[in-house]
T-cell receptor, first 113, second 115 residues
Framework: QQQVKQSPQSLIVQKGGISIINCAYENTAFDYFPWYQQFPGKGPALLIA?????SEKKEGRFTISFNKSAKQFSLHIMDSQPGDSATYFCAASKLGNFNKFYFGSGTKLNVKP | KAGVTQTPRYLIKTRGQQVTLSCSPISGHRSVSWYQQTPGQGLQFLFEYFSETQRNKGNFPGRFSGRQFSNSRSEMNVSTLELGDSALYLC??????????????FGQGTRLTVV
């Protein structure tokens, strides 16, 4: 049973456009939702994270939108650049689980110049 | 500050053998987690250690084990290797082990191929 569902599987965006990746979860006990960026041959790098007490968090061109009632959260990449081309993973964890993250299946983003 | 260091980067083993992977966390980080990444199953949690104690474990067979040393370095061991164990094994360290959940920083991983 997949705890975190991520879509789309792949995404092609033109340079300067907005990339949107969506995730949904079932377990209401989840209270920490990070996004990771992974380049080929590298480990995942923490991009941005949110807790359910806020509905939006922005860091530079990256924004997380969080909808607690719908149990959904999304990553928006504004002004997408070719250097953003990577695989993005959403994840979730719950109190007391000590960094046991449930990851989405990943979205491969390709930003066309 | 140096990142999470995993060694070796690449490993080729034969079915039935055992393997040990090593992880050095970021200096000052006391929590170390291990994940398996495969194209089919994605990123799956193996176990987490803090102060030499395993605090959480994923749904993997007993062939997968780990330990943490007093300097927070960690090792994971896979015995009786199977072809399906071929994967990228990732280690992540976190700064505050006693908090419920905190930022986790991943290493580059060890690519294990079982032939």
């Amino acid at each position: 049973q997949q705890q975190v569902k991520q879509s789309p599987q792949s995404l092609i965006v033109q340079k300067g456009g907005i990339s949107i990746i969506n995730c949904a979860y079932e377990n209401t006990a989840f209270d920490y939702f990070p996004w990771y960026q992974q380049f080929p041959g590298k480990g995942p790098a923490l991009l941005i994270a949110i807790r359910p007490d806020v509905s939006e968090k922005k860091e530079g061109r990256f924004t997380i939108s969080f909808n607690k009632s719908a149990k959904q959260f999304s990553l928006h990449i504004m002004d997408s650049q070719p250097g953003d081309s990577a695989t993005y993973f959403c994840a979730a964890s719950k109190l007391g689980n000590f960094n046991k993250f449930y990851f989405g299946s990943g979205t491969k983003l390709n930003v066309k110049p | 500050k140096a990142g999470v260091t995993q060694t070796p980067r690449y490993l080729i083993k034969t079915r039935g053998q055992q393997v040990t992977l090593s992880c050095s966390p970021i200096s000052g980080h006391r929590s170390v987690s291990w994940y398996q990444q495969t194209p089919g199953q994605g990123l799956q949690f193996l176990f987490e250690y803090f102060s030499e104690t395993q605090r959480n474990k994923g749904n993997f067979p007993g062939r997968f084990s780990g330990r943490q040393f007093s300097n927070s370095r960690s090792e994971m061991n896979v015995s009786t290797l199977e072809l399906g164990d071929s994967a990228l094994y990732l280690c992540a360290s976190s700064p505050i082990g006693q908090a419920p959940n905190t930022e986790a920083f991943f290493g580059q991983g060890t690519r294990l191929t079982v032939v």
